[in-house]
C-alpha cells in the first residue's frame, strides 16, 4: 500500500477543511514500524467552539430534513465505505495494526451499522395510545437532541464513529466528531467519505487533538448537550463529572475484564478455539476481549496445555503481513502497561504459562509487539484478574462447579461481556441468567457482537445506556408526548373523566 508519507491533514469544520488556530500539529505512527503517516490539526478550544458554533447553525436546517432523506445519506456512505473497503482495511493494519482480516470486519461493522441505521429513518417508531378522555388523540415522538459531541477510541477506528455517527444523525442530530489521536487517518478518511456522502456543511465536523485539550473542551462547551464517549473507566468519570454542571446526556461505553467459563461438560476443542480469538484477537485490545478464563477444575489441564500450544503457534508480524495472527498494540505507553501486569501478575504469585515479553526479534524491535500471554494458579481477587489490561494477556481460573464459576465470573467492578462453554442446557439458560453483563455468549467468545442487538455493559462498563440497534436512538433522542384535543371545549386530563 502507498503510504501517505508526512502529509498534513485538517480539520473539517462547517464544509472546509481547516487547520489548529494555533497551527499546531501532531504525528500519526504506524505502530508496527514507527513511520509516519502524516501529521494532523493539536485542537484546542478555539477550534472545537468554531466546530460546536458550525453544528449548532447546521442542526436548525438539518432536524427538518425527513429522516427517510437523511437515512438515505447513510445509504450511501454505506455503498462508498464498501467501495473503500480494501483500501481502508489496508490503512486501518498500518494505522491501528490489526490483522488484515479483523480489520475488514471493523469496516464491515461500519458498513452494517451504516444500513442498519438508514431502515431507522423509515422507522423511529414512536407510540399512539388512547385517551382517557373522549375526542383526543394522543402520541409519542423521538426529537433530535442537538449538537452531538462524539469522542471515540483507537481499537475500533472506523466501526465505533459509525455506531455513534450513523444513528446521531439519522435521529436528526448534528456532530462534532473527535477521534482518538492514535487513529486519526482513519477518522479523516471516515468524514471523507460521509461528506462525500451528501451530508450538508456543518452537519458533521472533525476536531482532531487530544483528549485533555479537544476532548475536555467538547465535553464542557454549553451548546453539546450530549456526549457520547467509547475509551476508559477513569475517563468516563471524568466525562461525566464535567459534563455534570451542563447536565448534559452523556452515553459511556467503557471497559471489561471478560471472563470465559469452560464447564467440565464443553467441547473443548471450541473452547480453545473462543479463547483465543477473544483472549488474542485485535492483541487483546478489545473492550470485548477475554482477559479471564474460568476454568472447571475437571478440564482444567487439559485446556490449558491445549492454549499454551496454541500461544505459542502465534505467529507476530504487522497487521498487513497475510501470516500475521498477532499485530502490534497500539503505542509504546500500552506496551509498557502491558507489560507492567506481567510483573504485576508475577509478584502476586500467578504462574507465567507463556509469553510474558516484548517481542523485539529483528523487525519487530522497531514496533509495539508482545507475546501472548497466559497465567495459570491466579486467584480471583488478583490484579491480572481485577483490572483491564488491555492487551494480549488472559489469566486462567480454577473452579469447584458452576456456582463458583458464576460467582467468580461476576467477581469484578465491569459487566461487559462473559461466555460459557458447556453442552448442558439447564447450565447454559443458568448462565444466561445469572451472568452479570449486557452481553452473554453461549459456546462462542466473548467478541463478536453484532450490530442490531444493544452493545453495552453493565456495572461499571458504562451508566445504563446502549450503543447499536433500536437501544441506540434512546442515546440520540429525547420523547415528546404530544396530545391532540379535537372536542372543542377544554378538557382537564384525572378531573374530567371521572364520576
Ligand atoms: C470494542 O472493543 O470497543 O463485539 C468494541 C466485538 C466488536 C466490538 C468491540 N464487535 O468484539
Not at 167 to 182: I, M, S, W, Y
Not at 269 to 276: F, K, N, R, S, W
Not at 318 to 339: F, M, S, Y
Request: some cysteine; overall charge negative.
Amino acid at each position: 500500500m502507498a503510504v501517505t508519507g508526512a502529509k498534513e491533514f485538517k480539520n473539517y469544520i462547517g464544509g472546509e477543511w481547516v487547520g489548529a488556530s494555533s497551527g499546531e500539529t501532531f504525528e500519526s505512527r504506524v505502530p508496527a514500524t514507527g513511520e509516519v503517516l502524516g501529521s494532523f490539526p493539536r485542537s484546542g478550544a478555539e477550534d472545537v467552539d468554531r466546530a460546536v458554533a458550525a453544528a449548532k447553525h447546521a442542526f436548525e436546517e438539518w432536524r427538518l430534513v425527513p429522516a427517510p432523506e437523511r437515512g438515505q445519506i447513510m445509504l450511501r456512505f454505506a455503498r462508498l465505505l464498501e467501495d473503500e473497503k480494501q483500501e481502508l482495511t489496508e490503512l486501518m493494519s498500518r494505522e491501528m495494526g490489526k490483522v488484515l482480516a479483523e480489520a475488514g470486519g471493523d469496516v464491515q461493522e461500519a458498513i452494517d451499522m451504516s444500513v442498519y441505521m438508514a431502515g431507522e429513518g423509515r422507522r423511529m417508531f414512536g407510540h399512539t395510545t388512547p385517551s382517557e378522555l373522549r375526542d383526543k388523540f394522543q402520541m409519542s415522538v423521538r426529537m433530535p437532541v442537538g449538537v452531538v459531541g462524539a469522542i471515540t477510541p483507537w481499537n475500533f477506528p472506523i466501526a465505533i464513529p459509525a455506531w455513534k455517527l450513523a444513528p446521531a444523525l439519522v435521529c436528526g442530530n448534528t456532530v462534532v466528531f473527535k477521534p482518538a489521536e492514535d487513529t486519526p487517518l482513519l477518522a479523516e478518511r471516515f468524514i471523507e467519505l460521509l461528506s462525500e456522502s451528501g451530508l450538508p456543511d456543518g452537519v458533521v465536523n472533525l476536531v482532531h487533538g487530544y483528549g485533555e485539550e479537544a476532548g475536555a473542551r467538547l465535553v464542557r462547551h454549553p451548546d453539546v448537550p450530549i456526549i457520547t464517549f467509547t475509551g476508559s473507566r477513569e475517563t468516563g468519570v471524568l466525562v461525566t463529572k464535567n459534563a455534570a454542571d451542563n447536565l448534559k446526556h452523556v452515553h459511556l461505553e467503557l471497559g471489561g475484564k471478560n471472563g470465559i467459563v469452560v464447564m467440565d461438560d464443553a467441547d473443548l476443542d471450541l473452547a480453545v478455539e473462543g479463547i483465543v480469538w477473544s483472549a488474542f484477537g485485535t492483541s487483546g485490545q478489545r473492550c470485548t476481549a477475554a482477559s479471564r478464563v474460568i476454568a472447571h477444575e475437571a478440564i482444567h489441564d487439559e485446556l490449558q496445555k491445549r492454549l499454551v500450544a496454541r500461544a505459542e503457534k502465534m505467529r507476530i508480524g504487522p497487521g498487513w503481513d497475510p501470516e500475521t495472527d498477532l499485530g502490534p498494540v497500539i503505542n509504546r505507553e500500552a506496551l509498557d502497561k502491558i507489560h507492567s501486569y506481567t510483573e504485576i501478575g508475577s509478584d502476586e504469585g500467578a504462574k507465567l504459562l507463556t509469553g510474558g515479553e516484548i517481542a523485539s526479534d529483528g523487525d519487530l524491535g522497531k514496533g509495539f509487539f508482545y507475546r501472548p500471554t497466559i497465567f495459570s494458579e491466579v486467584e480471583p481477587q488478583m490484579r491480572i484478574a481485577q483490572e483491564e489490561i488491555f492487551g494480549p494477556t488472559t489469566a486462567l481460573i480454577r473452579v469447584k462447579d458452576f456456582g463458583e464459576a458464576v460467582r467468580v465470573t461476576n467477581g469484578i467492578r465491569y459487566g461487559l461481556s462473559t461466555a460459557i462453554f458447556t453442552r448442558d442446557v439447564n447450565k447454559a439458560f443458568r448462565a444466561m441468567r445469572d451472568l452479570a453483563s449486557g452481553i452473554t455468549y453461549i459456546n462462542a467468545g466473548t467478541t463478536g457482537a453484532e450490530v442490531h442487538l444493544p452493545f453495552g455493559g453493565t456495572k461499571d462498563t458504562g451508566n445504563g445506556h446502549r450503543e447499536a440497534g433500536q437501544a441506540a436512538l434512546d442515546v440520540f433522542t429525547e420523547w415528546k408526548s404530544i396530545y391532540v384535543d379535537y372536542s372543542g371545549r377544554l378538557q382537564r386530563a384525572q378531573i374530567d373523566n371521572v364520576e
